[in-house]
Every structure is written in structure tokens, then in C-alpha cells.
């Protein structure tokens, strides 16, 4: 009788239908409830007499295992059930651009207020605001990943809105550093007299009011227009050349080797992370060639050959160009000209 019972009872848990089921379900409903009431404020002789007036119902040990190996199960199910509901998703928190180092001091404050707040490392700044170096101070950022900046001492430059890879050089000198591997050309620098838009990887940008902004490249290449002469177009600067850009136009020049040394020197402090480059990467046509780089140009060798695509990288011997089918390297010196299509 008793095992035909227990059988019953498993069956029903299982969730065959018998007279057994209803109490099942009773008692699943039962346990998925709370079984703490708030406590009432009896006395000790009203809880006396109520032990003395309860019935205790005795079961056989068959029957107890069975109920109590029920509750069990029902309790783990339930229990399993409001841990997983009771899991808080993870919150993505999307933060600024990061004050890796200070030297010196720096302060950060926004365009309706000239309060200065003082900067430490670590802390995030965003869009809208200022950044502000002393004398003989500097500040180290962490724009995103491969990309990193310096402001140097008596610099102001603000983080526009537009985006967080768009700054104004309100004064002073910044050193920008992003890798050769990365997309440019959301990066761009916007001064009193021109605007800058990185073609390539290590270059400086100085602002100063009577010297207008001069651009000077150390790798890559670097795209700078005058805002006195936006129809004369984009001067595509290479690693080492120099441009000033003023109020009544332009002069490009060479950087010095004593120039080049010092530039050397300052970007040896500035590190970003490594990114590789696919240099297998092929395009179907050249309109997604040119929606991946923004930009199309075309190589003229000194054999007369013509080469089409994008000019992704640079160093002292090489240039390394995108092409439709994959990335070539050209030596510099059979370079004649770049001629840019789009």
C-alpha cells in the first residue's frame, strides 16, 4: 500500500495526472509563497493555550520521506528560479576621455564659467568642457583605444560636441598620437585659423595669437586647410613638413633635423595601444574603398606607373598603399606624385 502510494506521489510530481495531482499543485503553490507572517503581539499565556488546543497530525516514515522529498524538489525548483530572476544585468557605462597622467597641474572648466576645477588622474572628461594646462604643466589623455594626446603647458582645448574626436585649440601646443592601423577621419582639429584632419599618426598642433597655428608631422600624413582660403583646398602634409596656417593664407615648409629630433623626443613619451592592420583586406569597388577611408588618391611612379587607392600608412622609406585588392608597399623614392581623386 505504502510503495503504491510513493509511486503515486512520484508520478504525480512528474506530472501524470491522478488523484494526486491537486495536492501537488496545492503544495507547489504553497511553497512558492512566503511563509514568515509578521510577527503579532501576543502574550506568553495566549501562545500557551494555543500549544495545548493544536493537533499534531503523525504520519507513517514513508509517507513523511515521500512529502518532505517533494518539498524539496518544489523548494530547489523555486529557489533555482528567483536567483535567476533576481540576476541584475551588467549596466554598460560608456565613459570620457581619461586623464592617464598629470604633470603639473590641470584644471578642466566650461565655456559658461571660468571656475577652474582641478583635474586628477584617472578621472573622466566629456564633451563641452575645457581642458586647461599651467606653466610647466602637462596633461596625458586617453581619447579611445590607439588614441592618445598631450597637452602641453599653457594650453586650452575644448572637447566639442560634435563628438569626442573633435577639439578646438583655443591656445597653446597639443601632441596627437593615433595609430597608423586606425580609421582618421573623425579626428580633426579645429583652431582660430584652420582646420586639422589627421591623414596619419604622430603630428603637433600649436596655437599661438600672433604666430597663427602651425601643423608639423612626424609620421604619417595630416590634412590642414586655412579658414581665410577654404577653396584653395585641403595641403596634405607629409612626415616631415610643417605648415603655418594665418589669417591671409599659408607657408609650408621642412622641419629642421634639429626640429624633427625634438618632435622625436616628445612623442617618446606618449603611448597608445597596439592595433594590428590587415593588410589582406580587398574592396569589391572603389566607392566602398572610399567609404572605408574617406578619402581616394591616385600614386605616380618614376616608371610612369599609376596606382589607385589609399595612402594608409608612411614611415622614412616606405609608403604603404590600399588598393582594391590588397595593401601594397612602395618604396618613397619611386614616389613622383599623389594626386588626390575624392
Not at 247 to 254: D, E, H, I, S
Request: no cysteine.
Amino acid at each position: 500500500m505504502d510503495e503504491n502510494f510513493e509511486h503515486k506521489i512520484r508520478k504525480a510530481i512528474e506530472g501524470e495526472k491522478n488523484e494526486y495531482s491537486s495536492s501537488i499543485e496545492k503544495l507547489s503553490d504553497m511553497l512558492s509563497k512566503s511563509w514568515v507572517s509578521p510577527p503579532v503581539h501576543i502574550s506568553f499565556e495566549e501562545i500557551y493555550e494555543k500549544a495545548q488546543t493544536s493537533k499534531v497530525i503523525s504520519f507513517n516514515k514513508p509517507l513523511l520521506y515521500t512529502l518532505a522529498s517533494v518539498a524539496a524538489i518544489l523548494i530547489g525548483a523555486f529557489s533555482f528560479i528567483v536567483l535567476q530572476n533576481s540576476k541584475v544585468t551588467p549596466v554598460k557605462t560608456e565613459f570620457g576621455i581619461s586623464i592617464t597622467k598629470i604633470i603639473g597641474k590641470g584644471y578642466l572648466f566650461s565655456p559658461d564659467s571660468e571656475k577652474l576645477l582641478a583635474l586628477n588622474e584617472g578621472e573622466s572628461v566629456g564633451s563641452g568642457q575645457i581642458l586647461k594646462t599651467e606653466q610647466d604643466s602637462k596633461l596625458f589623455l586617453n581619447i579611445a583605444k590607439g588614441e592618445g594626446m598631450i597637452l602641453e603647458e599653457s594650453t586650452e582645448l575644448e572637447i566639442m560636441k560634435e563628438g569626442k574626436q573633435s577639439f578646438r585649440l583655443r591656445n597653446g601646443s597639443i601632441l596627437v598620437h593615433l595609430h597608423k592601423n586606425l580609421k582618421k577621419d573623425e579626428f580633426r582639429i579645429i583652431t582660430e585659423t584652420g582646420l586639422v584632419e589627421v591623414r596619419g599618426t604622430k603630428f603637433e598642433v600649436r596655437e599661438k595669437p600672433k604666430e597663427g597655428t602651425i601643423v608639423s608631422v612626424l609620421e604619417g600624413r595630416v590634412a590642414a586647410k586655412s579658414s581665410s582660403e577654404p577653396n584653395r583646398g585641403e595641403q596634405v602634409l607629409e612626415p616631415g613638413q610643417k605648415i603655418r596656417l594665418e589669417a591671409k593664407g599659408f607657408q609650408r615648409t621642412f622641419l629642421t633635423s634639429a626640429e624633427q629630433k625634438e618632435l622625436g623626443f616628445k612623442f617618446s613619451e606618449l603611448q597608445v595601444d597596439e592595433i594590428p592592420r590587415n593588410s589582406e583586406k580587398s574592396f569589391s569597388n572603389k566607392d566602398d574603398l572610399f567609404n572605408e577611408y574617406q578619402r581616394l588618391e591616385r600614386v605616380i611612379l618614376s616608371n610612369g606607373e599609376r596606382l589607385e587607392g589609399v595612402i594608409v600608412d608612411m614611415d622614412e622609406n616606405f609608403m604603404y598603399l590600399q588598393t582594391l585588392e590588397k595593401e601594397i608597399k612602395i618604396q618613397r623614392d619611386s614616389v613622383m606624385e599623389v594626386i588626390q581623386l575624392r
